[in-house]
């Protein structure tokens, strides 16, 4: 089985910074895509970023320039440095990767979340 746990989440001011961090345990083979999502009440889940095993990265337009992703593959370990925080920010992050247990056998996995607030 295999687990992604989210930390890191937070209230902070506007302009603020927080970092997330999200670790991946269980029977791991290998990680390929591993991404970070959000959501906020009655909206659609959507990627803010993304970042494969061969580190080609993808950021959604509203983030680019204030956020940066990247992985410690060492530790199965993604992490999302959000700067210059708005309170449209405002939301529940997501990890999310796609983990094979086993040689080839690909799944997505998602974490539990967790809320970032951005208000003064």
């Known amino acids: 089985q295999v687990q992604l746990v989210e930390s890191g989440g937070g209230l902070v001011q506007p302009g603020g910074s927080l970092r997330l961090s999200c670790a991946a345990s269980?029977?791991?083979?290998?990680?390929?895509?591993m991404a970070w999502s959000r959501q906020t009440p009655g909206n659609q889940r959507e990627l803010v970023a993304a970042i494969t095993s061969g580190d080609r990265i993808n950021y959604a337009d509203s983030v680019k320039g204030r956020f940066t992703i990247s992985r410690d593959n060492a530790k199965n370990t993604v992490y999302l440095q959000m700067n210059s925080l708005k309170p449209e920010d405002t939301a529940i992050y997501y990890c999310?990767?796609?983990?094979?247990?086993?040689?080839?056998?690909?799944?997505?996995?998602w974490g539990q979340g967790t809320q970032v607030t951005v208000s003064s």
């Open positions: 269980g029977s791991i083979f290998s990680i390929n895509f």
């Open positions: 999310n990767a796609d983990v094979a247990p086993s040689y080839g056998n690909y799944r997505r996995y």
